[in-house]
C-alpha cells in the first residue's frame, strides 16, 4: 500500500516568505508527527497530532511555525516569514497510534536563501 | 530530557567486516530503544527495536541488546555487505500519549567491496 508521503520535495524560498509543507500519512493512522532535520544532525520533534487535535506543540521552535490537522487526515506544516535558520528537512511519521512503530515519509528539503 | 549520543563517524569498513556503531542514552523511567535507518534516497525506516532492559531486537544480520546498567543500545552486525551502506540513527521513545522519537545525531556508514 501508499506509504506516507509529503509535498513538495524541495523548496526554496527567499528569506521572510511564507511556506506550507504537505504531509499525506498512510490512510487510517490516527497519530501524526512532524520532525526537522538539520543538516548532519538527527530528527528533532516539532509536534504530534491525534486525529485532528494536535496534543503536543512543545517542539515547535518559535510562533512562526504553525501546524494543522483539520479532518485528522492531511497535515500541513507552515512557517512564516522563514529566515536561513528554518534550512533543514522536514519529516512526516505517521502511525496507527500510540506506542506503534512510526512510519516516515520521504521528507521535504527546505532551504532558504 | 531525554538524549541519545552516537559515536562520531563517518564508519568506512570493508564487505564482511564486524560493524559495532555504539549508541548510550539517558532517560528517566524505562525507554524503548530503536535504530533506523536510512538508505540513499529513501526515508527513515525501522530497523530493530527493544522495549525492556535486556530485550535483543534483531533483523537482516543486525542486532542491539538493551542494557539498562550501561544505558546503551549498541547496534552490531557480523558481515556487511556493500548493501548496508548507509545512516544509522539510534533513537528512544517514552511509551504513553505522546510517542515522540528522540534521535541522536545518525552515523553514516560506507561499506566497500
Known amino acids: 500500500g501508499a506509504g506516507v508521503s509529503q509535498s513538495p520535495r524541495y523548496k526554496v524560498a527567499k528569506r521572510g516568505q511564507d511556506v506550507a509543507l504537505r504531509c499525506d500519512p498512510i490512510?487510517?493512522?490516527?497519530?501524526l508527527f512532524w520532525y526537522q532535520q538539520a543538516l548532519g544532525q538527527g530528527p528533532e520533534f516539532l509536534t504530534y497530532?491525534?486525529?485532528?487535535?494536535?496534543?503536543?506543540k512543545s517542539g515547535l521552535p518559535s510562533d512562526r511555525f504553525f501546524a494543522e490537522r483539520p479532518e485528522g487526515s492531511v497535515s500541513t506544516l507552515k512557517i512564516q516569514r522563514t529566515q536561513q535558520e528554518d534550512s533543514a528537512v522536514y519529516l512526516c511519521?505517521?502511525?496507527?497510534?500510540?506506542?506503534?512503530?512510526?512510519?516516515f515519509g520521504p521528507g521535504t528539503r527546505l532551504t532558504v536563501t | 530530557g531525554d538524549s541519545v549520543t552516537q559515536m562520531e563517524g563517518p564508519v568506512t569498513l570493508s564487505e564482511e567486516a564486524f560493524l559495532t556503531i555504539n549508541c548510550t542514552y539517558t532517560?528517566?523511567?524505562?525507554?524503548?530503544l530503536f535504530w533506523y535507518v536510512q538508505y540513499p534516497g529513501e526515508g527513515l525506516q525501522l530497523l530493530l527495536k527493544?522495549?525492556?532492559?535486556?530485550d535483543k531486537g534483531s533483523n537482516k544480520g543486525f542486532e542491539a541488546t538493551y542494557r539498562k546498567e550501561t544505558t546503551s543500545f549498541h547496534l552490531e552486525k557480523g558481515s556487511v555487505q556493500v548493501s548496508d551502506s548507509a545512516v544509522y540513527f539510534c533513537?528512544?521513545?517514552?511509551?504513553?500519549?505522546?510517542?515522540?522519537?528522540?534521535f541522536g545525531k545518525g552515523i553514516t556508514l560506507s561499506v566497500r567491496p
Open positions: 497530532f491525534q486525529n485532528e487535535a494536535q496534543l503536543d
Open positions: 532517560a528517566t523511567g524505562y525507554p524503548s
Open positions: 533513537a528512544l521513545r517514552h511509551t504513553g500519549a505522546n510517542s515522540k522519537l528522540t
Open positions: 490512510s487510517g493512522h490516527v497519530s
Open positions: 511519521a505517521s502511525s496507527t497510534g500510540t506506542d506503534y512503530e512510526q512510519y
Open positions: 527493544a522495549t525492556k532492559a535486556d
